[in-house]
């Protein structure tokens, strides 16, 4: 690395922590008004973000507005909206004292201070700026390194960034391995990560070197069980929407099919219907683009190993990185596609008939992010969330509680640990510390 890049980052960092010291941050109006210009900033860039996210990732307008920019909104306002009650000190219950003084109890929140961010590519606008939000609204300073995969959204984010922010409070680091490396060997306050879970293990290792907290938002192969009794039509709708948004890049998405062997034939049918429905031109190029091209070759790879098992879709165009819709059926976990997370727009079908083989197959792998049941029955449902464990779960959804306010997110196991968003942002961003006084 340029010695005088070096020098840059760790002279932020530094200028970070003497800013911490001064306790500004602690003040509640502070952070309220900080952020309120942050507001103002990043819908002034708004038409900047969807044209980058166009460029990198081939969202539509309405896409990067509902899952992109007003999440961030939403998010942004609910804990606005909330902050001055979730930092009040919260009085307990106290031992009563030996002398039988009279003894007072109560939870502070306090902020950790210089706080490291690390965003990924796929929602590169929402899962950078959701937990910077976070973080600042907790009293938090921070560091923040968008996604090397996508440039053209990595540049605007600094651009608002810098409008916002003096960077003594917040600061984008742009770069990659190097960068990043770098950033990780500094004594760091609280690490909060979203990616892959290879890359996360890099950075829990730095973490414990130096002993920092961190949440870790990671991913894996989301499970969907589709019962026999479930609405096949609604559950080929929710299943589409949550697997072919953003090209299928979505750590939550549905991975995989487990459909009953009785309804199985009907719901593929269903499902190539409604995808003929839906993208009529044919879905290449509706759906998004792949980030990069090495992504392109991975996934054509899974078709490559099994092209007999594929019944609709399977092309792609590795100059445009656009991948079309993709089904597979008669699929098993000894094919290439079920050995890691998908992570594109190809969709593995498998068939059960005894519910118990299935859960054995899903329990004796990593834990994932998500896990999604379509049925009609309250009573297999509950069957199903009571003998599995996963980060969340849906039950005739996909995806929805990723964007609710009012559920903590976040991982289990190899999937993550930390949970964030609302309140939980705060709690997750903020340390609790308790306080005694014998009065």
Known sequence: MDNQLEQKIRGIFEKQKAFFKTHQTKDIAFRKAQLRKFREVFLNHSDALCEALDIDLGKSRKEAEYVEIQ??????????????????????????????????????????????IIGP???????TFSPLIGALISGNTAIIKPSENTPHVAKVLEDIVKESFDESYVAVVQGAIEENTLL?????????????PNVGKIVMKAAAEQLIPLTLELGGKSPTIVHKDADLDKAVQKI???????????????????????????????????????????????????????????????????????????????????????????????DKVMQQEIFGPILPI??????????????????????????????????ILNRTTSGDAEINSTIVHVGSHHLPFGGVGTSGMGKYHGKFSFENFSHSRSVLQVK
């Open 71 to 116: 999440i961030v909104i939403s998010e942004l306002d609910y804990l606005l909206e909330n902050i001055d009650e979730w930092a009040k000190p919260i009085s307990v219950e106290s031992k009563p004292d030996s002398s039988g003084a009279e003894v007072v109890s109560k939870i502070i929140h306090e902020p950790y201070g210089v706080n490291y």
């Open 121 to 127: 590519f796929n929602y590169p606008v929402q899962l």
């Open 184 to 196: 990780l060997s500094l004594p760091f306050d609280y690490i909060f990560f979203t990616g892959s």
């Open 240 to 334: 589409s929407y949550g697997k072919w948004i953003n090209c299928g890049q979505t750590c939550v998405a549905p991975d995989y099919i487990y459909i009953h062997e009785s309804v199985k034939d009907a719901f593929v049918d269903k499902f190539k219907a409604y995808l003929k429905t839906t993208y009529p031109d044919g879905s290449l190029g509706k759906i998004g683009k792949i980030v990069n091209q090495n992504q392109i070759k991975n996934l054509a790879a899974y078709l490559e190993a099994a092209p007999d098992k594929v019944i609709y879709g399977g092309n792609y165009d590795l100059e445009t990185r656009h991948f079309e819709a993709t089904l597979m059926e008669n699929v098993t976990w000894n």
């Open 350 to 383: 498998l068939t059960y008939t005894d519910i118990d083989e299935v859960l054995e197959e899903i329990n004796n792998r990593p834990k994932p992010l998500a896990l999604y049941v379509f049925t009609e029955s309250q009573e297999f449902a509950n069957d």
